[in-house]
T-cell receptor
Framework: DTEVTQTPKHLVMGMTNKKSLKCEQH?????MYWYKQKAKKPPELMFV???????INESVPSRFSPECPNSSLLNLHLHALQPEDSALYLC??????????????FGEGSWLTVV | DAKTTQPNSMESNEEEPVHLPCNHS???????IHWYRQLPSQGPEYVIH???SNVNNRMASLAIAEDRKSSTLILHRATLRDAAVYYC???????????FGKGTLLTVNP
């Protein structure tokens, strides 16, 4: 069983809605990630937080806004999304970021549909 | 970022061994090689990782070439539950963004 918990598992939202995806881990990991995955494609990195600070933003549109309230929680705030943003959003965590040998632990993902 | 090359797909029969290859010729000297797999409708899960020596765990074995430019994930007896997309990923300086390659879709026939 994964030790990274994501909620909700499924989300349907309109293009004018504001919603959030939530992620939690209690493994003491100091790095947390958001990935986006479209059907039949590999996960694509969106954001990386290291020690609760944003360290990597892969040129993600501002309609996606990450937040790391503490070392165990990671949120992704969604606003004014487009239908093409519909995808599986994966949260992950690891002990560190740049050190070799860091294993990434993924959640089950949140399936997002924008209508 | 380190680039990886894997076959798009492979097929195996249940109970038979499977060897999944990966080329990672641009890997840095201190990068580990991680393997993950993603079952349908689930998030990726860790399988195994290694640096230079071959590694074994309860899920699989990892054979790393002496020059470290390639590795092979070995499933000793494939089961239907092993049907998944398998990703190899160097982790460390050459791939600090932990970028996934395209992976190999493994089909296991009963």
């Amino acid at each position: 069983d994964t030790e990274v918990t994501q909620t909700p598992k499924h989300l349907v939202m309109g293009m004018t809605n504001k919603k959030s995806l939530k992620c939690e881990q209690h493994m003491g990991h100091r790095a947390m990630y958001w990935y986006k995955q479209k059907a039949k494609k590999p996960p694509e990195l969106m954001f990386v937080y290291s020690y609760e600070k944003l360290s990597i933003n892969e040129s993600v549109p501002s309609r996606f806004s990450p937040e790391c309230p503490n070392s165990s929680l990671l949120n992704l705030h969604l606003h004014a999304l487009q239908p093409e943003d519909s995808a599986l959003y994966l949260c992950a965590s690891s002990q560190g970021v740049r050190g070799s040998g860091n294993t990434i632990y993924f959640g089950e993902g949140s399936w997002l549909t924008v209508v | 970022d380190a680039k990886t090359t894997q076959p798009n797909s492979m097929e195996s029969n249940e109970e038979e061994p499977v060897h999944l290859p990966c080329n990672h010729s641009t890997i840095s000297g201190t990068d580990y090689i991680h393997w993950y797999r993603q079952l349908p409708s689930q998030g990726p899960e860790y399988v195994i990782h290694g640096l230079t020596s071959n590694v074994n765990n309860r899920m699989a074995s990892l054979a790393i070439a002496e020059d470290r430019k390639s590795s092979t994930l070995i499933l000793h007896r494939a089961t239907l539950r092993d049907a998944a997309v398998y990703y190899c990923m160097p982790s460390g300086g050459s791939n600090y963004k932990l970028t996934f390659g395209k992976g190999t879709l493994l089909t296991v026939n009963p």
